[in-house]
């Protein structure tokens, strides 16, 4: 079974940090690449960080750039997103998603909450 399990997330004050792991299981972890997807209530999904597992190339959105970082352990299957400088807006629900060969989201995991207040 395809499984995406986040942990890491909590209820933080505005500055503070959180590491995010995802741990999977179950695909080919580095067929195409990892990305850390977030929802607000109200809000549409944010795609806010991204790495592809074969180069290690990364993207931030511009609301997260300089603040959070996404990286990889290949021999663990697992992704992590490095939150940094946390702000109240940052608050969501956060999700890592697998993608296919053509970087469609294909796999998701349960979500994790992370709180910034």
């Known amino acids: 079974d395809v499984q995406l399990v986040e942990s890491g997330g909590g209820l933080v004050q505005p500055g503070e940090s959180l590491r995010l792991s995802c741990s999977t ?17 109200g809000k549409e999904r944010e795609g806010v960080a991204r790495i592809a597992t074969g180069s290690g190339n990364t993207y931030y959105a511009d609301s997260v750039n300089g603040r959070f970082t996404i990286s990889q352990d290949n021999a663990k299957n697992t992704v992590y997103l490095q939150m940094n400088n946390l702000k109240s807006e940052d608050t969501a629900q956060y999700y890592c998603a697998s993608h296919g060969n053509v970087w469609e989201y294909k796999f998701w995991g349960q979500g994790t909450q992370v709180t910034v207040s």
């Open 25 to 41: 299981s179950g695909f080919t972890f580095s067929t195409r690449g990892m990305s850390w997807v977030r929802q607000a209530p």
